[in-house]
C-alpha cells in the first residue's frame, strides 16, 4: 500500500533551475588561481564604470553587480579589479549549457550563467528523486567548468527559481508540493516575476508586501489594482500556479529597459541619468547575448501619459556603452514633454549575431596609443597600447600569465592559469621582446 505521505513528496511536474554561483568572478577566480579566495570585482575603472560581477568574498563588504565601480571599490577598498573576458565566459557557459543538455532534452537558457530545464525522468517523482538528479546535475556541472552553482526545484519555473535563491550559494533546494505554499508565503512580492517598482507601490497601498498577502487576494481585487492580464498572471503565480512550459528561446530581436518613477521628473539632468541608467541596464542584456545593436530607441511617457518615442539607426552594429548612452541621451532631448516626465524606457535592436570582441568594452578606460618617431630606416607606425592589469600574456619562459600592474617601463605579471594553482609574479621590462598578447582562452588551460 502507498504511504500517504509518500504522495505528499512527489509532484506531477518537476522544474530545474540551475543558476551558476558569481559566475563573471567565479570564472576570474578559476582562471587565475591566486585570486580564489579574494574579493574579486569584474568591470572597468572609467568614470562611469560598473560593476560587472562580485564575488561572495567581495559581497560580504556590500558590492554587487550593477553598482557603480567608484561605490564598490569604497566598500571593500581591498578588492582586485579586473576587466571582463567575455570570451572566457561564452566558453564557460557553453559547457554548462552542454551538461544540461546531456540531462534534459529541452533547455531554456536565460542568459549565460542561468537556465531551466524539465527532465522527463522526473515526472511524477518524489523529492527524494528529485534531490538525487540535481545533486548529481551539480556533480558534473562542477566536474567540466570546475565552477560551482545552485540548483532549485519546483512545479513550475517560478518556484524553482525562488528555490535557486534560496539554495545560493553553492547550494541545492527542493521544493516540494507539501511545502510550496510555506515556502512562497512570506517572500517579499517583488520576489515575482513581473513584480516592479510600479506593482510593487500598488500592492503596498492595499496593505499587500508579501507573496502569501498576494496570494489571499480576491481576483477581482487584484485585477482592479493591476489590470487584467498582469493581475490575473501574478495571482496564479501567489498561488503556485505556474504552466509556462520550459522550451529553447529564439534569439530576441531586441533588447531593453525601462522604469516608472515615483515622482515625475522635471529637469533635464534628472532625465540624462535615467536615460544613462536604462541603457546600461539594456547594455547588459545586449552584451550577454554576445551581439552588437545598430539601432537605439528611447520612449518617453509624460505625467498626463503622452508617449513619444525617437530612434536613430547607424551603418556599423556597436557595443560600446559610452556611444549607445550618447545616441540615447540626445534622442531624449527631443522626445522630452513639456511638465514631467513618468516613464523612461530605453531599448537596442538592429541585432548583430557577430560577438564584439570585447565584453563591456566602455567599461575600461580607454588608453590612446603612442607613436614612435619616425626614422628613415623605420616607418612611422602606430604602438600597441600599453599593458594594463587584467591583460593575457604569455612569456617564452614563463608560459601563460596575466598583469598585475604595469608603469614606469615594468610590467608585473602573474604567470598562471586554471591548473597550475597560484603562479609566480615576475617584474620584467614593458618591451621585453618574449613578451606578447595572449588569447584569454589560454587561461582555461
Known amino acids: 500500500m502507498t504511504d500517504p505521505a509518500d504522495l505528499e513528496d512527489r509532484s506531477g511536474r518537476w522544474v ?21 579566495e579574494r574579493p574579486v570585482l569584474v568591470g572597468g575603472l572609467g568614470p562611469r564604470a560598473v560593476v560587472a560581477g562580485a564575488s561572495y568574498q567581495a559581497r560580504v563588504f556590500g558590492a554587487r553587480s550593477a553598482m557603480p565601480m567608484g561605490q564598490a571599490r569604497r566598500l571593500c577598498p581591498h578588492a582586485v579589479v579586473v576587466p571582463p573576458r567575455g570570451a572566457v565566459y561564452r566558453a564557460l557557459s557553453e559547457d554548462v549549457m552542454a551538461v544540461l543538455a546531456d540531462a534534459a532534452p529541452v533547455v531554456e537558457p536565460v542568459s549565460l550563467d542561468e537556465a531551466f530545464l524539465e527532465p522527463p525522468a522526473l515526472a511524477g517523482a518524489s523529492v527524494a528523486e528529485v534531490v538525487g538528479f540535481a545533486t548529481a546535475l551539480r556533480t558534473a556541472v562542477l566536474a567540466r ?8 526545484a519546483g512545479s513550475g519555473k517560478q518556484v524553482a527559481k525562488i528555490a535557486s535563491d534560496l539554495a545560493k550559494p553553492d547550494g541545492l533546494r527542493v521544493v516540494g508540493p507539501a511545502e510550496e505554499r510555506a515556502v512562497l508565503a ?9 513584480v516592479g517598482p510600479v506593482a510593487q507601490a500598488a500592492l503596498g497601498k492595499v496593505g499587500v508586501a508579501t507573496i502569501g498577502e498576494l496570494a489571499a487576494m480576491d481576483l477581482r481585487e487584484v485585477t482592479g489594482l493591476l489590470g487584467g492580464a498582469v493581475g490575473g498572471e501574478l495571482h496564479r503565480l501567489a498561488r503556485g500556479i505556474d504552466e509556462r512550459p520550459v522550451a529553447p528561446r529564439g534569439a530576441a530581436k531586441q533588447v531593453s529597459a525601462e522604469t516608472t518613477f515615483d515622482a515625475d521628473l522635471t529637469t533635464m539632468s534628472a532625465v540624462h541619468d535615467a536615460v544613462a541608467r536604462m541603457a546600461e541596464a539594456a547594455h547588459r542584456r545586449l552584451v550577454e547575448s554576445g551581439r552588437a545593436a545598430r539601432t537605439v530607441s528611447v520612449k518617453i511617457r509624460s505625467a498626463d501619459f503622452t ?32 511638465g514631467g516626465v513618468r516613464l523612461i524606457g530605453v531599448s537596442l535592436a538592429g541585432l548583430s549575431d557577430a560577438a564584439p570582441p570585447t565584453l563591456f568594452p566602455a567599461l ?13 630606416e623605420q616607418p612611422h607606425v602606430a604602438a600597441e597600447r600599453p599593458w594594463r592589469a587584467g591583460d593575457d600574456v604569455r612569456h617564452a619562459a614563463h608560459g601563460h600569465g596575466w598583469v ?35 588569447d584569454p582562452l589560454d587561461s582555461l588551460r
Do not use: I, K, N, Y
Not at 17 to 36: I, Y
Not at 146 to 151: K, Y
Not at 187 to 193: E, G, I
Not at 411 to 424: A, Y
Open 364 to 376: 575600461v578606460e580607454p588608453v590612446e596609443p603612442v607613436a614612435p618617431q619616425a626614422t628613415a
Open 404 to 438: 598585475q600592474g604595469a608603469g614606469h617601463g615594468r610590467v608585473t605579471v602573474r604567470f598562471e592559469t586554471r591548473s597550475t594553482g597560484p603562479g609566480r609574479a615576475v617584474t620584467l621590462a614593458a618591451d621585453d621582446p618574449d613578451l606578447l598578447r595572449a
Open 307 to 338: 508617449t513619444a518615442s525617437r530612434s536613430e539607426t547607424a551603418a556599423v552594429a556597436s557595443t560600446d556603452l559610452t556611444t549607445l548612452t550618447a545616441v540615447a541621451q540626445r534622442l531624449a532631448r527631443g522626445a522630452v514633454p513639456e
Open 145 to 152: 567548468t570546475g565552477l560551482p552553482g545552485s540548483v532549485g
Open 186 to 194: 512570506p517572500l517579499p512580492v517583488r520576489s515575482l516575476w513581473g
Open 16 to 36: 530545474l533551475h540551475l543558476d551558476m554561483d558569481a559566475f563573471f568572478a567565479a570564472a576570474e577566480q578559476l582562471t587565475r588561481p591566486t585570486l580564489r
